[in-house]
């Protein structure tokens, strides 16, 4: 009943069962907390992980979504009060992708908050202590990975959520050719962000590559954007330093420029930074590069302001301009705003729902950019196909393919992305392209191949549908008959 009310009423209860309530949700754990719906595992646990996964009652979990609680959408270091993120992200699973609830396992992976109002949080229900740091984080991460593939098998699907800046890119690149897994605020942003700038050009008459990008913030989320629309450009013909050269960005200390006086520039953010002056703020840095489009993903809230969506309008007949950031607390602007600061001609994405807004009489739209057109279809193609790594290749597909799902009815009413009713169709279509590519690459495991992959996908998916059983006649009815 609970996943027929999401399925029937997906674009009402979204908002409930994930971003913007589930950031509340997690928030106010401890005073909602219940039964766990999940399994915590301590780091007080290690050397024990695959017992205590051993306790959880099913026993084909296909695939887990697992957190440290470090960075909960824009709200910080929430400790295993971040419990309620794997919990929503699978019940969208089932929702959204139609992977069986008894296939799935939430995990906490509790190794401590830095947060001293949880830690002095009387219902708090994690570690009182500071998080735990260096190798034995590090071991304890690869006893829990190792720990799964024990009891599931290495065809289990785990995915990394809301990890630390520091350890989410870390992680990505050690387990990625290990295992099968992925990281959603990397890469699962980066291909429903990209999917909404590919719609957009349909509106812009713009190819990709002719485009400029500048984003606020370069963290995990920016960072995975910018790298699939480097990787789209180069698939359009561009070589990779002038795809890259597209792409610029602002963190807290100003635009990421090589030599800039302001702190170095290390790890993945060195691959973006520019031979250019510097630039402290991003008003100036839009002044300065007139971008053809701005992202935000950093959780700065008001951070496109009312001078910056007017600049992007007079550089820019069709602006791009996607606020991303979750939840709606912490978006950069709202979608009123982007759309009387720019005269209504802004292409406008965010990702948390903002209302229709009303300009000039015409009634607009904002699209959402929510990870969930994405992740559940991507793992619907995982299990069914037997992928054993996930390549940047197949979220581009699930862009591309999430893209081509988006009307000229949905485009003129400002929607770059298909209304959220239609998701569950949508992880259907890119699942089936996903299984195309990956068994034509030789990436898919499970044999033999379908001959038809989207009924072979539509046959897995789990159905709400139920039967009603009437004991006066012994015979069994649909509701309908009854």
């Known amino acids: 009943m609970f996943y027929r009310c999401l399925v029937e009423h997906t674009e009402e209860m979204m908002p409930i069962v994930y971003t913007p309530t589930v950031g509340k949700a997690c928030q106010l754990y401890g005073t909602i907390y219940r039964k766990p719906r999940g399994l915590f595992l301590s780091i007080n646990d290690r050397g024990h992980l695959y017992e205590m996964i051993c306790n959880w009652p099913e026993i084909d979990v296909k695939a887990i979504v697992?957190?440290?609680?470090?960075?909960?959408?824009?709200?910080?270091?929430?400790?295993?009060?971040?419990?309620?993120?794997?919990?929503?992200?699978?019940?969208?699973?089932?929702?959204?992708?139609?992977?069986?609830?008894?296939?799935?396992?939430?995990?906490?992976?509790?190794?401590?908050t830095n947060n001293e109002a949880l830690l002095n949080d009387p219902l708090y229900i994690g570690l009182r202590q500071k998080r735990a740091t260096g190798q034995v984080y590090d071991d304890f991460i690869d006893e829990f990975m190792e720990a799964v593939r024990r009891r599931y098998g290495q065809d289990t699907l785990i995915q990394f959520e809301d990890f630390g800046n520091h350890n989410a890119f870390r992680f990505l690149e050690k387990y990625r050719d290990k295992f099968c897994m992925f990281n959603d605020d990397i890469q699962g942003t980066a291909s429903v962000a990209a999917a909404g700038v590919?719609?957009?050009?349909?509106?812009?008459?713009?190819?990709?590559?002719?485009?400029?990008?500048?984003?606020?913030?370069?963290?995990e989320a920016n960072l995975g954007i910018a790298t699939l629309l480097s990787l789209a450009m180069q698939e359009e013909g561009a070589t990779k330093e002038e795809a890259d050269s597209k792409m610029w960005l602002v963190d807290s200390k100003g635009l990421l420029v090589k030599d800039r006086p302001k702190g170095g520039i290390t790890g993945h953010k060195a691959v973006f930074a520019k031979e250019h002056a510097p630039v402290e703020t991003l008003e100036e840095a839009v002044k300065t590069i007139k971008p053809t489009a701005i992202i935000g993903a950093a959780a700065v809230p008001h951070a496109f302001t009312e001078g910056i969506i007017r600049d992007m309008a007079?550089?820019?007949?069709?602006?791009?301009?996607?606020?991303?950031?979750?939840?709606?607390?912490?978006?950069?602007?709202?979608?009123?705003?982007?759309?009387?600061?720019?005269?209504?001609?802004?292409?406008?994405?965010?990702?948390?729902?903002?209302?229709?807004?009303?300009?000039?009489?015409?009634?607009?739209?904002?699209?959402q950019g929510n990870n969930a057109y994405i992740f559940p279809g991507v793992a619907l193609a995982a299990i069914t196909c037997g992928i054993r790594h996930i390549s940047e290749k197949v979220f581009l597909t699930a862009a591309q393919t999430l893209a081509g799902l988006v009307t000229e009815e949905n485009l003129s009413n400002g929607r770059v992305y298909p209304p959220l009713q239609t998701i569950r169709e949508c992880s259907i279509q890119i699942a089936t392209s996903i299984a195309e590519e990956v068994y034509r690459d030789k990436q898919a495991s499970y044999?033999?191949?379908?001959?038809?992959?989207?009924?072979?996908?539509?046959?897995?998916?789990?159905?709400?549908?139920?039967?009603?059983?009437?004991?006066?006649?012994w015979?069994?009815?649909?509701?309908e008959e009854k």
Do not use: H
């Open 198 to 219: 590919f719609a957009s050009l349909k509106i812009t008459g713009k190819k990709l590559r002719d485009n400029v990008f500048l984003f606020q913030g370069a963290g």
């Open 314 to 367: 007079a550089f820019n007949e069709r602006p791009i301009i996607f606020a991303l950031s979750n939840p709606t607390s912490m978006s950069e602007c709202s979608a009123e705003e982007a759309y009387n600061f720019s005269e209504a001609r802004c292409v406008f994405a965010s990702g948390s729902p903002f209302d229709p807004v009303v300009y000039n009489g015409k009634t607009l739209y904002p699209g």
């Open 447 to 473: 044999y033999p191949e379908p001959e038809d992959k989207m009924e072979f996908i539509r046959d897995y998916v789990y159905s709400t549908d139920y039967e009603c059983f009437v004991p006066e006649t």
């Open 66 to 112: 697992a957190t440290d609680g470090e960075r909960i959408l824009g709200l910080g270091d929430l400790g295993a009060y971040g419990m309620g993120i794997p919990v929503g992200k699978l019940s969208l699973y089932t929702a959204l992708g139609g992977i069986p609830p008894e296939q799935l396992l939430p995990v906490m992976l509790d190794v401590g």
């Open 475 to 479: 015979q069994w009815k649909k509701p």
